[in-house]
């Protein structure tokens, strides 16, 4: 409770309120317990919340590594929200870093993912416009 559950929804509360430096602090325990199995919410969870947090700090590699954790783990994140959501996020980081081919293939992941999504979710249609703003393979 003390090093993973209560750390992990005070660093989403200041997720929130846009203050990542804190949420980096706050999480920096948690890593040993990345893996850990929970049934409180997400496995891999705070890395996720990690990982935004450094999307919002501007750290695109640090919050690329956090994703990949997500991503390096199906079998742990598969049926949570936040496994596809972790391709999306790294096609982010990913960008963020200048690799937009590297950004292209993990935004087809996530938009693969998710085809039959309705395609009113905020988030999906977030995710296509960022997509489409992409630059072609081919250019």
Known sequence: ????????????????????AAVIDLLRGTAKYD????????YV?????????????????????QFQKLID????TAKYV?????????GRAQKMM???VAARKSY???LDLWKNADSDIPIYR????????LPNAEN
């Open 82 to 90: 936040t496994g596809p959501l972790a391709w999306l996020q790294l």
């Open 45 to 65: 969870y705070p890395a996720y919340i990690r990982g935004l947090a450094y999307l919002e700090l501007g750290d695109g590699r640090s919050a690329a590594a």
């Open 108 to 110: 087809e992941t996530f």
């Open 1 to 20: 409770m003390q090093h993973y559950l209560t750390p992990t929804i005070l660093a989403a509360i200041k997720l929130r309120r846009h203050d990542p």
């Open 35 to 42: 893996l850990a199995f929970t049934e409180s919410f997400d």
């Open 73 to 76: 783990h199906p079998g742990l």
């Open 126 to 133: 977030q995710a296509k416009a960022e997509f489409a703003k």
């Open 98 to 100: 200048g690799d937009e």
